[in-house]
């Protein structure tokens, strides 16, 4: 354990946390912290003596209007159709990224409330629970956050943002007979998703059974259901227009706090099948939130993801990070076929990505697609949540009251499960 956190015993409070059990907590070999979390303990440096309070605590994070895919295509499916029939390559001019980039790497959190609320918000919890959330030992996923930290989304939504980019270039992949441009376009519309999906704002907790149902207008279905509580698991199944693709998987998401920081580990994975057979399998990276506390507030895709046609025998293999003298959004990696290199990758999540120097992706000339949830859903449906509907009407205590309602509901389902296991092997 940090020399930090022995020196100062921390409050605990019972209330604040979803779950008392050892599991909360994972042995040292598994903490996540970086290398300035690490300079920091070794001072004995308190980031939280640097967070002011704030007063407003009957106030959301977040403006909801802001929050509904502002400036995304909203165009009838013929006119996505064009879109996909005209879609070119674009100008390989320069090595451009967004202005909201951070000078070593990453994006910025640019709105100063959201920055100023979200470590209000992290002083209290800290205050709540007690300095170990910030070992790195703690799974925030089994932490209950106060709701006005919150967005009035869940995690199933923000799950099938990914998405977003896919009428285009899935689509697109649709259209060729050729397995390695596919296998190129399913990178390059897995990458630049980062760019529009990665967020500074939390969103809620899904509760076990949820369920969420949207399209787009091509004719693209979404389907998510949240299948486990704890660890949380998410599952989706998206249809592509008149089904030439399946995409599927789950998500599976870690986070862990340092004392500037916060990693979000994702173990989840992913396929997408084309009617004439072909399957890519890909993973998630990691994601690092550095200066939580004080400093720049910013966040960063990280580590590794794979992409795999076992079938036909393509591999990539990306570690984010690695370009040598380029900021830590870069990336470089060859394609395989059975061994041999037959194409290389070369970007930035935030800016561009070039095969073999011809540019696939240019968030200056893209647009993500706007996502439509059902106007008929199941009762299961996450919009039909109390404390969602309380959030996105401004009503902080209604909404916190009606979260804890629901946590209490399903904490005591998840007891009743366990009674009903226990009965059963003493049957046996």
Known sequence: MLSWFKKKKPETNQQQQEEKDESDFVEDDTQVVTNEDKELEEKGFDPITQVQEQDKENEGIADPDKLDYVGYHDIPGDEILQLVLSFKNFPNDEEIRHGEGYE?????????????????????????????????????????????????????????????????YITKATMTPDFLERFKLVITATLSSFFWTNTFLKPLNPILGETLQASYNDGTQIYCEQIM????????????????????????????????????????????????????????PNELYSGTFFGQLRQESINKITFQDKANGLQCIIDIGKVKKKTSDYFQADITCKGQKVSTVY?????????????????????????????QPLESDHKNRSDLQSLKIGDIPNAQKNKELLENLQRNDRKLREQYEKQKKSKK
Not at 105 to 131: H, L
Not at 142 to 159: C, G, Q
């Open 229 to 284: 509580h704890h660890p949380p698991v998410s599952y989706f199944l998206v249809y592509g227009p008149n089904k030439k693709y399946k995409y599927y998987g789950y998500y599976l998401v870690e986070g862990r706090a340092g004392l500037n920081s916060v990693t979000i580990i994702n173990k989840g994975k992913r396929s997408i099948e084309f009617n004439d057979g072909q399957k890519i399998d890909f993973d998630f």
């Open 104 to 168: 070593k790497g990453g994006r910025i959190c640019a709105d100063k409330k959201v920055v100023s609320k979200a470590r209000s918000v992290g002083k209290e919890m800290v205050k709540q629970i007690g300095k170990k959330i910030l070992s790195g030992s703690l799974n925030l996923t089994k932490v209950s956050f106060p709701i006005r930290v919150m967005i009035p989304k869940t995690a199933l939504e923000t799950a099938v943002h990914g998405t977003s980019i896919f009428p285009l």
């Open 347 to 375: 970007g930035t999540y935030i800016g561009f990505i070039n095969f073999d120097n011809v540019r696939y992706w240019d968030y200056r000339y893209v647009t993500p697609f706007k996502i439509k949830m059902d106007k």
